[in-house]
């Protein structure tokens, strides 16, 4: 299932009615995920000017090079598609949109990610315009997914269960991989199974290297009876997956490792037994932590158990204390908690979720033990 284009109207419309609420007068993007989340265009960013107008009355216009006016047109559902060509300044071309739709003197909400060029072009372009970030309209939409984007998003979960399946059948024969040669095992069945790309950089960490959380790879080789914490991620129709498991390969581990590795087990489920509508991120965090605690490692759980995961693979709702933000029906982000001793080894076990009206399904079925 892949959203149609009656769905990103109905973004654009709820985008539109919440800048009239707020007082705003627009949104300018440009290739970015907000794009893609309202006018279904997957542009990457470029030199030359690629913007979208969305004005709080009226219809929305694109302004794109000449090059790429045809694609546009039969990609997205906006009518009103404007060329520039490459011997003409498009500064004047934005001046003269934003007056048509009453933009050139109001307050524009920006992409969040915009170049320094364009802003500054837009700045050049419309002197009397005051600006803010789009997020400040589009982070309340996107935290809440709709049911084709939780769509592709199980679909891409589903791609990453099957490789952690094919991980563990793997068994003795990861030993003697380097990381960076089970990373590659790794991203060849993501896409075996139906996924396009990697949504992040994968992790392959072996023996001391877990202990780093964002360690990438390595020619380290895997050794037998070792947990190494594997954490990847693929795109299906634009949407990530993000999971994480610690597996033990070619051996048994020792008892500390079995006492880590069912410490942060018992800790992920604690935070997914939290999640509900009305409950704050702050407590889901907090859920994880007191186990980890309890079993006196909490100095060695670095970070926050959890972040909003969409389009953007790392967005709101973060999972970390202090956030006393509520979750809502629709929201999907990581439950991720992780022991890491300096020197020695890491582990890290991580599911999606999607908050649902009486508690939270997840998104990852696969088993979390170090099993191979």
Not at 30 to 43: K, V
Not at 173 to 192: K, Q, Y
Request: hydrophobic share 40%; aromatic share 6%; net charge negative.
């Amino acid at each position: 299932m892949t959203a149609d284009p009656d769905t990103f109207e109905r973004r654009a419309a709820a985008a539109r009615e919440r800048l009239r609420e707020r007082g705003d007068d627009g949104l300018v993007l440009f290739p970015s995920r907000n794009l893609r989340y309202l006018a279904d265009h997957g542009e990457e960013p470029a030199e030359r000017h690629f913007l979208l107008f969305v004005p709080a009355d009226g219809e929305p216009v694109f302004l794109v090079p000449e090059l790429s006016g045809e694609q546009v047109r039969e990609a997205s559902w906006v009518t009103d598609v404007r060329t520039w060509g490459d011997a003409e300044d498009p500064v004047p071309r934005i001046a003269d949109i934003a007056a048509e739709l009453g933009m050139d003197a109001g307050h524009l909400l920006v992409d969040d990610t915009m170049w320094a060029l364009f802003t500054q072009d837009l700045r050049t372009a419309l002197p009397e315009a005051t600006f803010g970030l789009a997020s400040e309209v589009l982070g309340d939409l996107r935290v809440r997914k709709d049911d084709a984007e939780l769509d592709a998003m199980e679909r891409a979960a589903a791609v990453a269960d099957e490789t952690v399946r094919d991980l563990r059948e793997l068994g003795d024969g990861a030993v003697g991989l380097t990381e960076a040669e089970l990373a590659a095992e790794i991203e060849d069945s993501l896409e075996r199974h139906g996924g396009t790309g990697v949504s992040f950089d994968t992790i392959v960490g072996a023996g001391p290297n877990g202990a780093k959380p964002h360690h990438h790879h390595s020619d380290r080789e895997i050794r037998p009876g070792e947990p190494v914490v594997l954490d990847f991620g693929t795109r299906v129709d634009g949407y990530p997956s993000d999971q994480t498991r610690t597996l033990v390969f070619g051996g048994e581990p020792d008892e500390q490792v079995r006492e880590v590795h069912e410490v942060v087990q018992e800790a992920q489920q604690a935070g997914v037994d939290a999640v509900e509508p009305g409950v704050t991120a702050a407590a889901v965090d907090a859920a994880a932590r007191e186990v980890i605690e309890a079993a006196d490692y909490g100095d060695e759980f670095i970070h926050r158990t959890g972040h909003g995961v969409g389009l953007d693979v790392h967005e709101a709702p973060y999972i970390v204390a202090g956030n006393e933000r509520e979750l809502e029906p629709g929201m999907v982000f990581s439950v991720e908690p992780g022991i890491y001793l300096p020197g020695e080894f890491g582990v890290r076990i991580e599911d999606l979720v999607v908050v649902t009206e009486d508690g939270c399904a997840r998104l990852n079925h696969t088993d979390r033990g170090w099993e191979c």
